[in-house]
């Protein structure tokens, strides 16, 4: 089965074909003709599986259908961190790429009068987390009676991060016939009794278990000593040639050390992590997206959320401390049915965490084997700079031979008694021993 026999609109099936997506993942399947006949509905689901397209798709349908009421917000998204607000944001942007309608993404870390502007000219989706929605709900920037669809994306994080107090105020100030979609990878008790509270005779949509989502990704490892660390990431680099990649650490500190090292072998990379200023994260990722970068350094803090089309590589540079950790990590590739790679760096010491990982992502992970020669990687841009004066100086010498043997040299000569003469800085004469190069100027 493919999208057009959902009868979506044209103007968002066009863009979907334009995204490379043609069939429906499994919870697209099963969740968008519940999505558009208007139920709500619980889906269980971990990222990468498109359940953002499903919800999208089902917003930029109503939005569609009804043009005239534009202008008011429609529709609210709940996310838990500003990275997913914003990617989420961007994803409805590409799906709905030829509707007219307005998202705007809020969270907190930017100035919240950035937001007022775009609130206040009248947008249709507002995608944020809950502590920055609350903040414009109790300022009265932003008014949620016009309301048809809410979706709490990610609805175990946000419980784990303490945000449920929030959503429940927020979810009281909309209209009781609205649409609500919750969606969670896991469904502690907590959720259930959001869900019962707030949901109406909910749909439930499974798709898989979180560990079982790396179908389509090739997974490998390499032994490698702390000695070889870094010059088995930078052959795979070099061989693998990845489109887009993101390389895990496990420290703030190693991200931006990793990084440092990268851009100075030649690279196009850049970090992101905890530490980072909103800004400065926002950039990071926004450069990742646009492919203005091909590599990304970043900490756990990205594992799970980041949702960017078309990596192609993911690289456990620092081993996770977890099995589940690891699978959220190489979830960000093989994304949509799309086939990914993901390689860790092992020490030999902590090979024996590869049968745990393999059962829990109930698949195999080939061992490979790295053929490091470091006279064929990249070089640090010092290096290449000295090797590049020492060629310079290679041709001097060869210059200075050739003017000797054509007798050029001869204010240079040995004068009486066997000394020679050289001209200091200022052109004045010097005397000196026949030790030492003869120079013009100072010397160096």
């Given at each position: 089965m493919d999208f057009s026999r959902l009868g979506l609109n044209?103007?968002?099936?066009?863009?979907?074909?334009?995204?490379?997506?043609?069939?429906?993942?499994?919870?697209?399947?099963?969740?968008?003709?519940?999505?558009?006949?208007?139920?709500d509905l619980i889906g269980q689901a971990q990222t990468g599986t498109g359940k953002t397209a499903a919800f999208a798709i089902c917003i930029l349908e109503r939005l569609a259908a009804n043009p005239e009421a534009r202008g008011r917000v429609r529709a609210l998204i709940l996310a838990p961190t500003r990275e997913l607000a914003v990617q989420i944001a961007d994803e409805i942007h590409r799906i709905g790429k030829y509707l007219p309608f307005r998202v705007l993404a809020v969270y907190g870390g930017q100035e919240i009068e950035k937001q007022l502007a775009p609130l206040k000219a009248g947008v249709d989706i507002v995608v944020g987390t809950p502590g920055r929605l609350l903040d414009h709900?109790?300022?009265?920037?932003?008014?949620?009676?016009?309301?048809?669809?809410?979706?709490?994306?990610?609805?175990?994080?946000?419980?784990?991060?303490?945000?449920?107090?929030?959503?429940e105020k927020i979810l009281q100030k909309t209209p009781k016939g609205r649409q609500t979609l919750l969606f969670s990878?896991?469904?502690?008790?907590?959720?259930?009794?959001?869900?019962?509270?707030?949901?109406?005779?909910?749909?439930?949509?499974?798709?898989?278990?979180?560990?079982?989502?790396?179908?389509?990704?090739?997974?490998?490892?390499?032994?490698v000593s702390k000695f070889d660390k870094l010059n088995a990431l930078l052959t795979i680099l070099v061989?693998?040639?990845?489109?887009?990649?993101?390389?895990?650490?496990?420290?703030?500190?190693?991200?931006?050390?990793?990084?440092?090292?990268?851009?100075?072998?030649?690279?196009?990379?850049?970090?992101?992590?905890?530490?980072?200023?909103q800004n400065k994260r926002d950039r990071s990722m926004e450069a990742f997206r646009r492919r203005h970068i091909n590599i990304l350094v970043a900490t756990d803090l990205a594992s799970r959320g980041l949702d960017v089309t078309g990596v192609s590589h993911v690289i456990n540079y620092d081993m996770p401390s977890d099995p589940y950790t690891y699978i959220h990590r190489i979830g960000r590739t093989g994304r949509m049915g799309k086939e990914g790679v993901a390689i860790s760096l092992v020490f030999f010491d902590q090979a024996n965490i590869i049968p745990t990982l393999e059962k829990v992502s109930d698949?195999?992970?080939?061992?490979?084997?790295?053929?490091?020669?470091?006279?064929?990687?990249?070089?640090?841009?010092?290096?290449l700079?000295?090797?590049?004066?020492?060629?310079?100086?290679?041709?001097?010498?060869?210059?200075?031979?050739?003017?000797?043997?054509?007798?050029?040299?001869?204010?240079?000569?040995?004068?009486?008694?066997?000394?020679?003469?050289?001209?200091?800085?200022?052109?004045?004469?010097?005397?000196?021993?026949?030790?030492?190069?003869?120079?013009?100027?100072?010397?160096r």
């Open positions: 044209q103007n968002i099936l066009s863009a979907v074909s334009e995204m490379g997506f043609t069939s429906p993942t499994p919870i697209q399947l099963q969740a968008l003709p519940l999505l558009l006949q208007g139920e709900i109790e300022r009265g920037t932003l008014a949620l009676d016009s309301v048809e669809v809410v979706v709490l994306d990610e609805a175990d994080r946000m419980l784990d991060m303490g945000f449920i107090e929030d959503i990878a896991t469904m502690p008790s907590e959720i259930i009794e959001l869900s019962k509270k707030y949901l109406k005779s909910p749909q439930e949509v499974k798709v898989g278990e979180d560990s079982l989502a790396v179908k389509t990704i090739k997974q490998y490892y390499a032994e061989e693998q040639k990845p489109s887009l990649a993101l390389v895990f650490v496990r420290t703030k500190r190693s991200a931006d050390r990793l990084n440092e090292i990268l851009l100075d072998r030649g690279f196009h990379s850049l970090a992101l992590h905890g530490d980072m200023s698949s195999k992970i080939e061992q490979i084997k790295l053929e490091i020669k470091p006279e064929l990687l990249p070089k640090r841009r010092q290096q700079h000295m090797a590049q004066r020492q060629g310079r100086g290679k041709g001097a010498d060869s210059r200075k031979q050739a003017a000797r043997r054509s007798g050029m040299h001869s204010r240079h000569s040995p004068g009486a008694g066997g000394r020679r003469h050289s001209f200091g800085a200022r052109g004045e004469r010097r005397e000196g021993s026949g030790r030492g190069h003869q120079y013009f100027g100072r010397r």
